[in-house]
């Protein structure tokens, strides 16, 4: 059965708005504080400079985290042959992004730019996070029916 690409790149909007919903969220409401004053503590200024994004580098986030959710949706359209559709599915396309970005994330801990406690709690929204991101996403999906 054929991928559906205009289903994808729709669910997959719709994730990376999720995403963008999170990002807000997290960096700016829950951790937003808790991250400036830890990249401070490893940098004198550092964290205030992070802090101050011009729109530029905001719209660049919100593309990349557009860009996330598409390649989310793309991965459950790939595995949902093998997996069936539906939450489960979601979960195992959302879990591999959440261990990569975890491992990738984890060397801002490892030089002591954030803590493990901010890294842990970061972590856990991020997998929630991609969880509800590829299951929104994914609710949109379906397969082509046409058969070649």
């Keep these: 059965m054929a991928m559906n ?3 994808v790149l729709i669910g997959g909007l719709v994730a990376g708005v999720v995403v963008n919903i999170f990002d807000y969220l997290s960096y700016g409401l ?9 990249a401070n503590a490893f940098k004198a200024g550092l964290g ?20 996330v959710g598409i390649i989310l949706v793309w991965t ?17 396309a959302a879990i591999p992004f959440w261990l990569f970005g975890s491992i990738v994330s ?15 709690t970061l972590g856990i929204i991020w997998l929630v996070c991609l969880i509800v991101s590829t299951a929104a996403g994914a609710w949109l999906y379906t397969e082509d029916t046409a058969t070649v």
């Design 5 to 7: 690409t205009k289903k």
């Design 30 to 38: 829950i951790l937003g504080d808790a991250m400036r004053a830890e």
């Design 48 to 67: 205030d400079q992070m802090m101050q994004m011009s729109g530029g580098q905001m719209a660049a986030y919100v593309v990349m985290d557009l860009i």
């Design 76 to 92: 459950y359209a790939a595995i949902r042959p093998r997996f069936g559709p539906g939450a489960k599915t979601a979960i195992y």
């Design 106 to 120: 984890s060397g801002f801990m490892q030089m002591g730019m954030m803590s493990s406690g901010t890294w842990w």
